[in-house]
């Protein structure tokens, strides 16, 4: 394979860093299972995710704690990505030791990123951070490719997996009951209703059958 085809990456150039519920930035790239595009996802919630470096330590300890959680993410209809500006050989390498050294296969694709096109487009590059490398910046889409939600984390701590795995769950329950969720909502907990736009749907409140702390403070079951 030549070098064209370890770094042959296509994104939508956008005028400034991606922004909560405007579309994510498309990509056309070579990676651990063929080309990808963000098209492929579409109809599948999607978490893009980026590392600084591979045979780097933090980032091995993040790509096992996906692998393992894959099953998880997968029974939420959530496929995963990962992405550094590392080669095309580098990523299969680092794949093999990780299975090699920690007896975990990484069952999701991984980005080759050499030209940095996809990491610019979606603002993984940080210059107070590096030049050459991505941050630990994780990337929630939805089904019709609306970026929903981004997290960037420093190069030297890790991410928690199981913080991704309950924002997703969060987002679904939002899509589909028109509720919001509280701090470290899980499955199972009350859900915040909507709060009164108007001074009269705020009267009407208290009488709705909420569990109803104020007029701007209710939740319910679901």
Request: proline residues 7%; hydrophobic residues 40%; charged residues 20%.
């Amino acid at each position: 394979m030549n070098a064209h085809a370890q770094t042959n990456t296509e994104a939508t150039p956008v005028a400034g860093p991606p922004r909560i519920n405007e579309p994510a930035p498309d990509f056309d790239t070579l990676t651990t299972d063929g080309r990808k595009q963000l098209s492929d996802y579409r109809g599948k919630w999607l978490i893009l995710f980026s590392h600084p470096a591979d045979f780097t330590p933090v980032c091995t300890t993040e790509f096992t704690a996906f692998a393992r959680r894959a099953e998880d993410f997968a029974a939420l209809d959530t496929q995963l990505l990962g992405l550094s500006i590392d080669s095309h050989y580098a990523h299969i390498a680092w794949i093999r030791s990780i299975k090699e050294s920690f007896g975990v296969d990484i069952p999701f694709p991984i980005i080759a990123d050499l030209d940095m096109k996809v990491a610019q487009a979606y603002g993984m590059i940080q210059p107070g951070a590096s030049d050459t490398q991505a941050v630990r910046a994780t990337f929630v889409i939805d089904p019709e490719g609306v970026l929903r939600a981004m997290v960037y984390y420093p190069m030297t701590n890790g991410r928690s997996v199981d913080e991704f795995y309950r924002l997703v769950q969060a987002l679904q329950t939002s899509d589909a009951h028109k509720v919001a969720t509280p701090e470290n909502w899980v499955p199972g907990q009350d859900v915040i209703v909507p709060t009164p736009q108007t001074a009269e749907a705020a009267e009407a409140r208290l009488s709705e059958g909420y569990d109803t702390k104020d007029w701007y403070f209710s939740t319910r079951a679901l």
